[in-house]
């Protein structure tokens, strides 16, 4: 039974920091993409990263980069996504999910997801 348990999330002041991590069980690790993904309120999910089975290549949305690093050790079976510099707009719900062998940024794409942190920035 496969399990991405996100954990990390919580209340924070614009400009501020926080370090998601994303600890995946009951899958071989390392040949599965891991995405970052959020939803707010009545918005669709939206993709936010994604980082290959080893680490080598990453990918960020628009809004992310710059500010937002993903990284991932595949010994611990964990993911992480390093948010900096976060504004209100930020505020949401983030996701990992897994996808066997190479990322996209579509969130159908994926095979397991989380179950969510909350991430609330204040302004």
């Known amino acids: 039974q496969v399990q991405l348990v996100e954990s990390g999330g919580g209340l924070v002041q614009a400009g501020g920091s926080l370090r998601l991590s994303c600890a995946a069980s009951?899958?071989?690790?390392?040949?599965?993409?891991m995405g970052w993904f959020r939803q707010a309120p009545e918005q669709e999910r939206e993709f936010v990263g994604a980082?290959?089975?080893?680490?080598?290549?990453?990918r960020y949305a628009d809004s992310a980069k710059g500010r937002f690093t993903i990284s991932r050790d595949n010994a611990k079976n964990t993911v992480y996504l390093q948010m900096n510099s976060l504004k209100p707009e930020d505020t949401a719900v983030y996701y990992c999910?897994?996808?066997?062998?190479?990322?996209?940024?579509?969130?159908?794409?994926?095979?397991?997801w989380g179950q969510g942190t909350q991430v609330t920035v204040s302004s």
């Open positions: 009951g899958l071989t690790f390392s040949s599965y993409a």
């Open positions: 980082i290959s089975r080893y680490g080598t290549s990453t």
């Open positions: 999910a897994a996808r066997k062998l190479n990322y996209r940024d579509y969130p159908g794409s994926y095979d397991y």
